[in-house]
């Protein structure tokens, strides 16, 4: 028999399957993002410790924390979870409303979102 009609080799083995879940990728997870309330001067902390009570369920506790950080430190993160719900939650701030305590209150207060540093 000539060389070239030899045996064929078997083709080059695909990446190895296996059972193993220890040796399986590891699914990737979705990126996260903060919601950051700012601070102003025109809502009060009852208006904050209401409004993050209402729309991420805070306990008033938590609420009057996360206010004093805010009014101290002029942003807060108030949630960090996925791009969409973010998203989501920072348009809802935005459409809470003025503070009916304070007459200057003309609107709601500024919430943005921002990528959560990667710590890996």
């Known amino acids: 028999m000539p060389a070239s009609a030899s ?3 078997d083709p080059a083995p695909s990446a190895a399957v296996t059972d193993d879940p220890r040796q399986a990728p590891r699914p990737q997870r979705q990126p996260r993002y903060h919601v950051v309330l700012w601070n102003d001067d025109d809502h009060t902390y009852q208006y904050v ?7 991420f369920g805070h306990p008033r506790e938590t609420g009057f924390t996360l206010a004093k950080r805010v009014d101290r ?3 807060v993160v108030v949630l960090t979870t996925t ?3 973010a998203e989501l939650k920072r ?16 609107g709601s207060m500024s919430a943005s979102i921002e990528a959560e540093p990667h710590g890996d």
């Open 73 to 75: 430190d002029g942003r």
């Open 83 to 85: 791009k969409e719900h």
């Open 49 to 55: 410790i209401a409004m993050l009570r209402q729309l």
């Open 7 to 9: 045996a064929v080799a």
């Open 91 to 106: 348009d809802q701030i935005h459409a809470f409303g003025a503070d009916r305590l304070l007459a200057r209150s003309t």
